[in-house]
């Protein structure tokens, strides 16, 4: 069984920070790309930002130059910094994977429960 638990989530004041941590776990045979997802209430689940296993990037234009996505391979974690929040980045953060499980043949799309972001003052 593969899990992905994320963490970090919070409440902050417009302009600040917080990290976002998400662990993958379980019987894992590999780990290709991941990212982050943020769904606010009333609205559509987006991507926020994804890396592959090698390193490459891409990031929603919403939030370019001020969110990062970085991972640590021998964790099997991907993280989240986020700096100069905004209040419309409210929303509920939700951590993704494909992952090969063990045993397994094709990768499969593993999500997290989802962490609160709260950007307000």
């Known amino acids: 069984q593969v899990q992905l638990v994320e963490s970090g989530g919070g409440l902050v004041q417009p302009g600040g920070s917080l990290r976002l941590s998400c662990a993958a776990s379980g019987s894992i045979s590999r780990i290709a790309a991941m990212g982050w997802y943020r769904q606010a209430p009333g609205k559509q689940r987006e991507l926020v930002a994804r890396?592959?296993?090698?390193?490459?990037?891409n990031y929603a234009d919403s939030v370019k130059g001020r969110f990062t996505i970085s991972r640590d391979n021998a964790k099997s974690t991907v993280y989240l910094q986020m700096n100069s929040l905004k209040p419309e980045d409210t929303a509920v953060y939700y951590c993704?994977?494909?992952?090969?499980?063990?045993?397994?043949?094709?990768?499969?799309?593993?999500w997290g429960q989802g962490t609160q972001v709260t950007v307000s003052s």
């Open positions: 993704n994977g494909e992952i090969k499980a063990s045993g397994y043949v094709n990768y499969a799309t593993y």
């Open positions: 890396i592959t296993s090698v390193g490459s990037t």
